[in-house]
DNA sequence: ATATATTATGCAACTTTGTTGCAATTTTAG
DNA sequence: CTAAAATTGCAACAAAGTTGCATAATATAT
């Protein structure tokens, strides 16, 4: 894993870090979406409070990952696996956030539909967070 | 409207005070939704932080005002008129974010279709956020 | 209308979250 | 291996959110 987490990096012409390498690690292990609190906190021994905000803004830039929105001001991040590997980003797919175990979750497999506006409104991206029971708290 | 605002006091059981009344009266006046920010300089000079932040609470666990979630840790409040009068609450339709103005507005009359989950998720709400150029804007 | 009980508010102190500038360290490129 | 470029940690801050408690305002029952 430490190749393909450097090769993403220098795919995304970033300098090859600790700090940047442990935070990559943590997201590929994941397979929920995380917090800015959950990093930190697992990192925290080892780099600072900015590094790890510093750190999350510049793979918010290169599209390494992407933030979910929810309802109480709690923004998650998370690697889309599929979009990472080409290099490119596409946040087209829904998310879903468990009520029961609070975790938060790519559903990369559903697509958004489309939504017609009133006139006059133009659509530029659209967010679909769903919330309720996940697949193995049911 | 001073009176239309004690009533959906009276309504939910709550005693009608200055900052509560004040607080709905922004609501009422804001045809976009608000951030606790904004409320809490549109009423500053009268009353404290903190009586800001209790309100909005109850005002979320009466359902007279909902939040919208959005990608940028700035979750807003709004008022949805229809549900608010009726004394219940039903927030089934979709927010709308301008990139350009930076309002949030409830687009109550654009309704959210079903999305079907894999097997095993079960769904409790769905939340669209759509952002891109607003009539006004375009 | 008034006293009393209930509820809401303000204040102070605090915790958490996020930001900025700069010096020191690490990484990259030659 | 060295110089240039980029990243990191630190300190100091600013902003956002929370809690307990005394005071003030509101509601309720005479």
């Not at 220098?10 to 800015?36: C, G, M, P, W, Y």
Request: net charge neutral; proline share 2%.
């Amino acid at each position: 894993m430490a190749e393909q987490i450097s090769e993403l990096l220098r795919k995304n012409q970033l300098s090859v870090t600790d700090n940047r390498k442990k935070i990559l690690e943590l997201f590929l292990q994941s397979d929920s979406a995380l917090a800015h609190h959950d990093i930190e906190a697992r990192t925290k021994e080892k780099f600072d409070r900015v590094t790890v905000y510093r750190t999350l803004q510049t793979f918010m830039d290169r599209g390494i990952i992407h933030t979910i929105p929810t309802a109480d001001n709690s923004v998650k991040y998370a690697l889309c696996k599929d979009s990472c590997e080409q290099g490119h980003h596409h946040d087209d797919h829904v998310h879903f956030i468990c009520s029961s175990c609070g975790t938060t979750t790519c559903l990369e497999e559903i697509h958004i539909p489309e939504i017609k506006l009133p006139r006059g409104y133009k659509t530029k991206q659209t967010e679909v967070v769903i919330s309720g029971v996940c697949k193995l708290c049911s």
